[in-house]
């Protein structure tokens, strides 16, 4: 009986520390999720039903110092939220009534910076929220997305051109698709 207890405890803070270096969290309609973790680094997974769609994929911003966000990791707060909302368009294109629903997850860190995944039905979206005190450059902001090899995906690609900065459009070229 008592090696019964010992273990589940030993189970229960297992599973604790490992639960608190990272947070799920599930769209409205629960067949999409993302796993945030954020132990030594901050990066993300995003499943949909039972299939990971991105691996884990590291997120961060460089500081004109060489300064990372990631550096010392130290989680203040975290929260999901839910949202529901109807925006009614002004000047409606394809719909005049757009609706946003989502659930977000806010990172707060001791850093002074804070971040947002929200997860909608249909895809995920992350911010990154600065808090420091004086203004800031940032040297390089790091993006790295690890797709599923030998799987198809819809992307822009922007054809740098001879006259125009390679900048040009904001992404309103067509999409293709790539096998990665």
Do not use: C, W
């Not at 659930?103 to 997860?119: D, S």
């Not at 993006?143 to 090899?149: D, K, M, Q, S, T």
């Amino acid at each position: 009986m008592r090696i019964l207890l010992l273990l589940r405890i030993f189970f229960n803070l297992f599973t604790r520390l490992y639960a608190a270096d990272s947070v799920v969290v599930h769209s409205p309609d629960k067949k999409g999720s993302v796993s945030v973790y954020y132990k030594d680094k901050i990066t993300y997974t995003i499943n949909y039903g039972e299939e990971t769609i991105l691996q884990p994929s590291l997120i961060d911003l460089v500081l004109e110092n060489g300064q990372r966000l990631s550096d010392d990791l130290k989680l203040l707060k975290k929260s999901i939220t839910s949202h529901d909302e109807k925006i009614i368009s002004s000047v409606p294109e394809k719909k005049k009534v757009i609706i946003n629903n989502y659930n977000e997850l806010t990172l707060q860190f001791r850093q002074p910076y804070t971040i947002l995944f929200r997860v909608y039905n249909d895809g995920v979206a992350y911010r990154i929220i600065t808090r420091f005190k004086d203004s800031i450059t940032i040297k390089n902001e790091v993006a790295l997305f690890n797709f599923n090899p030998n799987k198809k995906v819809l992307l822009p690609i922007v054809e740098p051109r001879k006259d125009e900065d390679r900048f040009h459009t904001s992404f309103e070229e067509l999409y293709q698709l790539k096998l990665i």
